[in-house]
């Protein structure tokens, strides 16, 4: 079965404190891994797909990397904007079909 | 250019009741996810369709639950009788394709059933 972990379960940084968060998975074979963004009240937003071990993507201050086994989001001097929760999600070619399987997510609270 | 839309934001209702929550995906999108989220199981995959056509339902809890997209541009999920552990927030996701791709998500309906 497909699983995905996430952690910490939460993270308290001082601003421009950079940090780490984990997204480890295990899956039959992965078809991408996404990260985003939920705000309070509000709907999941889109961050980053990566597709293959050894792929980067970076936006701002975040920079998403994969491996054969986990995903890292890398925060570097964050700011309190930057606060939210983190999720990461995978699809997998399994017979789960096309279903984004999400992590229960990382809160992040960045403190001035 | 505009998101996915969904309505409405909040609903407050009585055990027993209907309800139903609509969604509109970007346009251009071919694919329409529906999910729940709750604190204790996150989020949870529902229904998606692509091109209109239900894929996998297999998420949907109970027959309480149905969902229907008669066109490209709109979808409904409906809880008939609603009771009180459906009380979660339900969004809406678009993508351009099944595979791959990311899911745009809307605001989400939060639903409260006393």
């Known amino acids: 079965e497909d699983q995905v972990t996430q952690s910490p379960e939460a993270l308290r940084l001082q601003e421009g404190e950079s940090s780490s968060l984990n997204c480890s998975y295990t899956?039959?074979?992965?078809?991408?891994l996404f990260w985003y963004r939920q705000d309070p009240g509000k709907g999941p937003e889109f961050l980053f797909t990566l597709y293959s071990a050894g792929e980067e993507k970076e936006k701002e201050r975040l920079k998403a990397t994969l491996t054969k086994k986990e995903s890292f989001l890398h925060i570097t001097a964050p700011k309190p904007e930057d606060s939210a929760t983190y999720l990461c999600a995978v699809q997998a070619y399994s017979n789960s079909g096309y279903e984004l399987n999400f992590g229960k997510g990382t809160s992040l609270l960045v403190t001035p | 250019d505009a998101g996915v839309i969904q309505s409405p934001r909040h609903e407050v209702t009585e055990m027993g009741q209907e309800v139903t929550l609509r969604c509109k995906p970007i346009s251009g999108h071919n694919s329409l996810f529906w999910y729940r989220q709750t604190m204790m199981r996150g989020l949870e995959l529902l229904i998606y369709?692509?091109?209109?056509?239900?894929?996998?339902d297999s998420g949907m809890p109970e027959d309480r639950f149905s969902a229907k997209m008669p066109n490209a541009s709109f979808s409904t999920l409906k809880i008939q009788p609603s009771e009180p552990r459906d009380s979660a927030v339900y969004f809406c996701?678009?993508?351009?394709?099944?595979?791959?791709?990311?899911?745009?998500f809307g605001p989400g309906t939060r639903l409260t059933v006393l």
């Open positions: 996701a678009s993508s351009l394709s099944l595979a791959g791709i990311e899911q745009f």
């Open positions: 369709f692509n091109n209109n056509v239900p894929i996998d």
């Open positions: 899956v039959s074979g992965l078809r991408g």
